[in-house]
């Protein structure tokens, strides 16, 4: 049978301790990362701990965090005017305060790490069951697990025994690395996304990104400059900065990240994250955010500077800076992350699918949710792109 231990701080929780089943790939659950999200409270939200064990064993962990949101920000125009229609009815209809098995963080990462897998069906009968009387205590009537891909869904669709919904997410970006340098990944793309890549890169001058370790002619020639570097407490202020543009910009944000947040993560994740700039004199026009775990780096955030972004096709440059970065570090997949589509994309990336698993306590709800589900959360489904060679010769 599996006990659970709930604890309502992770600095409750010794670091060595909740990190012993954390693989690398899993950094976004690493007691690290978790620290400065709620460190940071970001989205004034509440967190909450659960330490599974089978026996004296830890076989499982999850972080937990309760935030108001409307629900409407995942919907189409349809949905949105449906939502508008039931909320005649119900004036609260999906605009509700969540309890979320995940973070206050959108980066299509999740926050439940179940490391017997012989035992994820007790495991998530006993998350479901905690959820359900957290959110009892909280009187929060949505739950939430989010966001898992299609190698997790066999044994995420668990939850749905336990009467959750599975509902699509917005589609999450990887590129599989499998070049020797980024020569050769120009090479296999087809003429006409190779020649959107040179036509930027011209901006600069180049033929292919050139990446500077350290800042040191930053306040030299006007020529523009990729210059990568370890994120620190002195990077986050400017970093937030070229932040906030991005979303005040955006179309959907389920939350806004703070300077807290970036001050802490900065400074807590000192070896396992950088930031990629683009600088052109003393100005930066943009900045990436980039972690490596294992085999895989992530391009977690991007912060620019709006008014110069065409001046040097900054974002385009940048991602293409980081193919480059993937590929000579060695990395076996690049995961580029929601949103922006187009531009990832066009640079090889492929969308995979995305699922958060949605109950309410309330019947009528849950009846209404059921029946307009394809409605109220439709699919975004991602036009395949022909970028490479190989795709289009079938070697």
Known sequence: MIRVA????????????????????????????????????????????????????????AAL???????????????????????RMAPGFLKVPILFCGLPVSIGKHNLLIADQAL??????????????????????F?????????????????????????????????????????????????????QIM???????????????????????????????????????????????VMTRATVKLEILNREFFRRFFVLSTGDSEILSLIAGHEVLGEALLVQHGPTMTFLLVGLRYER????????????AIVKLAIERGCRRLDLGQ???YAKQRLGGEGGKIYFYLRSRKRTVRALTWAFQRALFPELALRRQRVFKVRETGR
């Open 309 to 320: 972004l065409a001046t040097y096709d900054v974002y385009f440059n940048l991602l293409a």
């Open 6 to 61: 709930r604890l309502r701080s992770i600095l409750e929780i010794d670091g060595t301790v909740w990190d012993a089943i954390v693989p690398d790939s899993a950094f976004f659950h690493s007691h690290r990362f978790i620290r400065s999200v709620e460190e940071a409270r970001v989205q004034e939200a509440d967190f909450w701990y659960l330490l599974f064990y089978d026996g004296q064993r830890l076989v499982g962990s």
């Open 143 to 195: 739950l939430c697990v989010k966001e898992f891909d299609e190698d997790l869904r066999p044994m995420m669709d668990g939850l749905v025994d336990e009467g959750f919904l599975r509902l699509p997410s917005i589609p999450y970006v990887s590129l599989p690395i499998r070049w020797p340098n980024f020569p050769a990944y120009l090479n296999e793309l087809r003429h006409g996304y190779r020649r």
């Open 65 to 87: 965090s309760a935030f108001r949101i409307s629900l409407d920000l995942f919907t189409g125009k349809t949905g949105q005017a449906l939502i508008g229609f039931l909320r």
């Open 339 to 341: 949103t922006s589509y």
């Open 120 to 141: 994820s069906r007790d495991i998530l009968c006993a998350l479901h069951q905690e959820m359900v009387d957290i959110s009892r205590a909280e009187n929060i009537s």
């Open 199 to 245: 036509r930027s890169l011209k901006k600069l001058g180049w033929t292919e990104p050139l990446i500077d370790l350290g800042r040191s002619g930053r306040g030299g020639s006007a020529s523009p400059r990729i210059v990568l570097e370890p994120a620190n407490a002195e990077s986050a202020e400017e970093f937030y900065d070229l932040y906030k543009e």
